[in-house]
Structure formats: structure tokens, C-alpha cells
């Protein structure tokens, strides 16, 4: 069974850190390529980044320089470093798995380019 679990979100002050993990199960993260998109309160659910298998790195430009991605094959886990936070930030941020080693090429940040999806975890920056 396909499980992908967030964890790591909270609240946090503007200009602050946060460090969000994607525990993922059911599959071999090797083959699989790995987006974090977000969604916030009446708005569409937005691509944030994305990771190959080959490391290949898609940014949104909203966050380029602020946030990186990163994976450890050997836990299964995919980490967003989120550096420099925003209130703009706020949102429920989901990790997602594509069935490719690359990420969708035309298209990295659309949502359904990707068949698995984990619960979301809420990020607040607020003071």
C-alpha cells in the first residue's frame, strides 16, 4: 500500500525555518520522483518544488533561494528545507509521487502529474 506521511509543519514568526519530511512507503523511492506542492485557503493547490531521482531540482520562483528540497533514498523520506519564511507562506503543504524517475518535464507543478498524495501538514508564518 502507497503511504506518504508529512510531518514538520507549525507555526513559525516571519523570517523564520521551518524543515517539512515526506516518509514514504508502499514503494521504492529510487524510481519515483517527488513534489511538494501547497495550498492555501481559497486558492488552487500550487507546485512548490520538485526532485528526480537523477537530482534534478524544480523551484517555484515564489520560493527559489529560500527553499530547498532534498532526499534520503536509504530512509525513504524527502525532505523542504524552508528558510526565510513569509506570511505569504501559510498553507497546508502535501508531498506527492510521480511514476517516473523524472519530474514531469512540461509540467512539474501540475498537480495531476502525480498519482499519490500524502494527508498535508499545516504551515502558519504569522507573528
Known amino acids: 500500500q502507497v503511504q506518504l506521511v508529512e510531518s514538520g509543519g507549525g507555526l513559525v514568526q516571519p523570517g523564520g525555518s521551518l524543515r517539512l519530511s515526506c516518509a514514504v512507503s508502499?514503494?521504492?523511492?529510487?524510481?519515483?520522483?517527488i513534489g511538494w506542492f501547497r495550498q492555501a485557503p481559497g486558492k488552487e493547490r500550487e507546485g512548490v518544488s520538485c526532485?528526480?531521482?537523477?537530482?534534478?531540482?524544480y523551484y517555484a520562483d515564489s520560493v527559489k533561494g529560500r527553499f530547498t528540497i532534498s532526499r534520503d533514498n536509504a530512509k525513504n523520506t524527502v525532505s523542504l528545507q524552508m528558510n526565510s519564511l513569509k506570511p505569504e507562506d501559510t498553507a497546508v503543504y502535501y508531498c506527492a509521487a510521480h511514476r517516473h524517475y523524472y519530474c514531469p518535464g512540461y509540467g512539474w507543478w501540475a498537480p495531476y502529474e502525480y498519482a499519490y498524495w500524502g494527508q498535508g501538514t499545516q504551515v502558519t508564518v504569522s507573528s
Open positions: 508502499g514503494f521504492t523511492l529510487d524510481y519515483y520522483a
Open positions: 526532485l528526480s531521482s537523477d537530482a534534478t531540482l
